[in-house]
């Protein structure tokens, strides 16, 4: 009888189904609290409400940057370091490391056809596809000598924080503290943006400077405020150029608007304080940009991902414009993922694989952002969207996510942008709900007070049924991270071919090499066959040469064979 639950509970873990009905169960007793008992813990809450409307501004933000830090470090034998494992990850890496190494970009290797792979350009230079930030981000801690995993959660701190700051903008100081620590924080614990190297942190600093600063020039004209949102407009050039310029085109268009329509300024101080630092700001930042640009394709305007497109046919254009044309490669890794580019690409050609792609999309956002609890108070406050207190939050949010949609993929840091904006709606419906008086009953005072309870028990679910079930998957290495660390103890140096089967999954590269490929302990390699791999063999003489099959069961490496000596003079 109970094995037969275990299973089924370990089988809920994994596929995410045991979290949604934790978080259904905490929902329901909330519900029925209010209802049955509204006055259920009344002084209790009120006592923390006070409390945490008479914490001091500063406090109140190192509390926002330290507890989702602090956690992740407490929870270092629950959630080891994590390990790349996916295309971007290692990109993303490679850019850190470039920029450890002081360099934007890194000279072609003249070997460079055997480390081709997915997200890395190999002409006119040697470097990843993708803005500025988050490799910045990943560099920060190893020039201080810490491992680049440092970087994942600073990065989580200082967005809790910048949120924060931006909420102090629309919310009481108590109800924007809670909402960071208590709505926010299963995004900035337990989420992918914690444990991988590929979240959407560093976009949401950016987006919660940009609205935050444009909300405090709303309510104070200075020089600082716009400087903030310049700084954050700047800072998602430089994450996500894409979702990040609606936001700003929104933001943009508001400032002028409010410009316009202020009569308590002049124009001098409105071009002299105002818009000048704001275009000053912005314009560090896409100067940051061009300069990047310029180092890694050779053009300003061009950018890295162009660069890829053209020469690897991907990334894939919008819905609305015609798919890139193929371009092939001698690599069937790289050709795979161009077809599944192409595949997801075709799906908005026709409106029923476009609902079909649209409702996945949705799939990946409600659980992230919202879930069960969350969604409540959002759908609160869409049904009271035409107040006014919503409004730019609503266009904001709404102009962003719209975007998104027409791009044929999708995953949740591309909404980073908007982090504090979904939450600032969940928040904004959570106290519309306070409100609700049913025969003058405090229902809806409740209500709001128990789904803060209800947030708080589906965090503790979560965690602990990872300190139950989950024991296994958190210590899996990737046969990836096994090989390095195998070799990494033999010590020296080593160049590993890799030979995948036919029917590799693409998604599982295994060929990323560092920014300085030559200076590197282990180097990575794809199969070209005897004779070219008897190339790179020679360009790396004195190296122990591995060849590593990991779609075997168990995945295998072994010492490479070279061609015959005798076979190596006919050649010659």
Not at 57 to 76: D, H
Not at 252 to 279: E, G
Not at 318 to 324: D, G, I, N
Not at 469 to 486: F, K
């Amino acid at each position: 009888m109970l094995v037969p639950l275990f299973q089924w509970l370990r089988r809920s873990v994994d596929d995410g189904t045991a979290l949604l009905y934790g978080e259904i169960f905490c929902l329901l007793a909330a519900i029925l609290i209010a209802l049955l008992a509204p006055q259920l813990g009344q002084r209790r809450f009120e006592r923390i409400e006070r409390a945490a409307e008479g914490v001091d501004f500063r406090l109140a933000l190192w509390l926002a940057f330290l507890t989702p830090v602090v956690f992740r470090i407490a929870s270092i034998p629950l959630y080891p370091p994590p390990q790349p494992k996916i295309h971007d990850e290692f990109s993303y890496l490679l850019m850190a490391d470039t920029l450890r190494l002081g360099r934007i970009a890194n000279p072609v290797h003249p070997m460079r056809e055997h480390f081709e792979t997915i997200h890395v350009i190999h002409d006119p230079t040697y470097a990843s596809k993708y803005p500025l930030l988050q490799g910045f981000v990943l560099a920060l801690p190893q020039w201080f000598g810490l491992p680049a995993y440092v970087g994942v959660w600073v990065a989580n701190g200082a967005m809790s924080a910048a949120i924060y700051w931006m909420l102090r903008s629309f919310l009481s100081p108590g109800w924007a503290l809670l909402s960071v620590l208590v709505v926010f924080l299963r995004v900035g614990t337990f989420s992918t943006w914690m444990h991988s190297y590929w979240g959407g942190a560093a976009s949401a600093v950016g987006g919660a400077l940009a609205v935050g600063g444009f909300m405090r020039l709303r309510q104070k004209a200075q020089t600082g405020n716009a400087i903030w949102m310049g700084l954050g407009m700047g800072m998602l050039a430089n994450s996500r150029p894409y979702e990040g310029a609606v936001l700003s085109a929104v933001l943009a268009v508001s400032f002028l608007v409010w410009l316009v329509r202020d009569p308590t300024l002049s124009w001098n101080r409105k071009i002299r304080q105002l818009v000048l630092p704001l275009v000053a700001t912005l314009g560090l930042g896409l100067s940051v940009v061009a300069y990047h640009n310029y180092r890694v394709t050779g053009s300003m305007t061009k950018l890295p991902y162009m660069r890829n497109r053209e020469l690897y046919g991907t990334p894939q254009t919008f819905y609305f414009q015609p798919p890139v044309a193929a371009v092939p490669s001698k690599f069937k890794e790289i050709n795979d993922n161009y077809h599944w580019q192409l595949a997801m690409h075709q799906r908005g050609q026709r409106w029923d694989t476009l609902w079909v792609a649209t409702k996945e999309k949705f799939r990946e956002f409600w659980p992230f952002f919202l879930g069960p609890i969350a969604s409540l108070p959002f759908t609160v406050a869409l049904l009271l969207v035409r107040r006014a207190k919503l409004r730019l939050p609503w266009i904001a949010a709404g102009a962003v996510m719209f975007a998104s949609a027409l791009y044929p993929f999708f995953y949740p840091h591309y909404l980073g942008p908007i982090a504090g904006l979904l939450l600032l709606i969940t928040v904004q419906g959570l106290l519309w709900i306070r409100e609700w008086k049913p025969r003058s009953r405090p229902v809806g005072l409740a209500l709001s007070r128990w789904l803060l309870v209800a947030f708080l028990g589906g965090f503790s679910f979560n965690l602990a049924l990872d300190l139950s079930l989950r024991d296994a998957a958190r210590q899996y290495r990737t046969p990836r991270t096994q090989v390095l660390e195998a070799l990494e103890k033999l010590g020296g140096s080593h160049l590993v071919i890799v030979r995948y089967t036919p029917f590799h999954e693409f998604h599982w590269e295994i060929v990323y090499n560092a920014a300085d490929i030559d200076a590197s302990p282990v180097v990575w390699a794809r199969d070209m066959g005897p004779w070219k791999n008897q190339e790179l063999i020679n360009y790396y003489r004195g190296r122990r040469v591995w060849l590593f099959e990991p779609d075997l069961r168990p995945p295998r490496l072994k010492p490479y064979h070279s061609l015959p000596e005798q076979l190596l003079r006919q050649a010659r």
